[in-house]
C-alpha cells in the first residue's frame, strides 16, 4: 500500500482548488482531507474518493474498488491531472458528508 511522498503531494496541490487540502500519513496509505473533512484515501499511488451521490453525478467514468484488501469500494480517480474537475468532485462530495466529530479530550 506504499505511496509515493511526491505523488500524495501532487494530488493535494490538484484538489486544492476546493478549500484546505491536508494528508495524513495512515496504514501504510494516506487519508486525505478538505477544510478537516476526511473525503478519501490515496493509496499505491491512486486516489480514492468516499462514494456519495453527488459525487457519482460528476464522475466521468464510474469505477469503484476498494484501497486496500477488504476495505469498501470507493470511487477510483484515474484522471488526477485536471484541477477545476478533482476541486468540484473534492467539494461536492465533501458536501455530502457529515461533518467530522469532535475529539474527545484526554483526561489526565
Known sequence: MACNPDFVQY???QCAGAGE??????FGGYCIYCNGKIFGLICND????????????L???EE?????????????IA?????????????A???????PKPKK???K
Do not use: S
Open 11 to 13: 494530488v493535494a496541490d
Open 46 to 57: 491512486g486516489l480514492y474518493i468516499k462514494p456519495t451521490e453527488p459525487g457519482r453525478a
Open 59 to 61: 464522475l466521468r467514468t
Open 79 to 91: 484522471d488526477v491531472e485536471d484541477r477545476d474537475y478533482l476541486a468540484a468532485l473534492v467539494r
Open 105 to 107: 479530550r484526554k483526561v
Open 64 to 76: 469503484m474498488r476498494p484501497p486496500y484488501p477488504d476495505a469498501k469500494d470507493y470511487f477510483y
Open 21 to 26: 487540502i491536508a494528508t495524513k500519513k495512515m
Open 93 to 99: 462530495t465533501c458536501r455530502a458528508l457529515p461533518e
